[in-house]
């Protein structure tokens, strides 16, 4: 459903603005902290008809708040306790596996810190608020698409018109860059 037409909140303290991202995992939406003004990111995955039917779920929220108090550090031992591998074989909850993986995270480098896990009823939803990070790597190809259309390219090379041209790739640099960042965040 498109949020725009009416304001919506998380949790009366999260304003939903603007879809950003859609997809199988859910819809992801550019929100705002009313107290703080702080720009966050909201993922909300809606509920099938089975979790809205499941008590269990009522209280994930408040399993996740009580969670969130105590002092979490990345180990491989917490992340298995998190994260069950019968559970994880299940598509039912997968955004809460998402939401356990980025709290051992704990805000790291490159990772969201999350701000609040639970279930938006009016919605019938799961969702997930979190920092809103910079462009995604599909945002950036198409800006690094929209910029090398622009460029004047009579005088290159034949190859160099043909990349402009095309433009189905990253460049060399970006690319590099890209997975420097990435074996950092593995790291």
Same mark, same amino acid.
């Given at each position: 459903s +498109? =949020? %725009?037409?009416?304001? @919506? =909140?998380?949790?009366? !303290?999260?304003?939903?603005? !603007?879809?950003?991202? &859609?997809?199988?995992?859910?819809? /992801?939406?550019i929100g705002e902290n009313i107290i703080t003004h702080q720009k966050?990111?909201?993922?909300? &995955?809606? %509920?099938?008809?089975?979790?809205?039917?499941? +008590? &269990?779920?009522?209280?994930?929220?408040?399993?996740?708040?009580? &969670?969130?108090?105590?002092? *979490? #550090?990345?180990?491989y031992k917490y992340y298995l306790e998190q994260i069950k591998p019968k559970q994880q074989q299940t598509q039912k909850q997968v955004l809460i596996y998402e939401c356990r993986a980025l709290r051992c995270l704990n805000g790291a480098l490159g990772f969201p810190q999350i701000h609040w896990y639970g279930i938006h009823s009016d919605f019938n939803s799961y969702a997930l608020v979190m920092d809103l990070l910079d462009i995604s790597i599909s945002d950036l190809f198409k800006k690094q698409h929209s910029l090398k259309n622009k460029f004047d390219y009579k005088s290159r090379p /034949?190859?160099?018109?043909? +990349?402009? *041209?095309? @433009?189905?790739? =990253?460049?060399? !640099? #970006?690319?590099? %860059? /890209?997975?420097?960042? %990435? /074996?950092?965040?593995?790291?």
């Open positions: +498109d =949020f %725009m037409d009416q304001k @919506c =909140f998380v949790r009366q !303290k999260y304003e939903i603005q !603007k879809l950003i991202a &859609k997809g199988s995992f859910g819809q /992801i939406y966050v990111a909201i993922k909300l &995955k809606p %509920m099938n008809i089975e979790e809205q039917n499941n +008590d &269990k779920n009522k209280n994930i929220q408040y399993d996740f708040e009580r &969670k969130m108090n105590k002092n *979490t #550090t990345l180990n /034949i190859s160099e018109k043909q +990349d402009i *041209t095309n @433009c189905n790739h =990253f460049s060399l !640099k #970006t690319v590099l %860059m /890209i997975a420097d960042q %990435m /074996i950092s965040r593995l790291e």
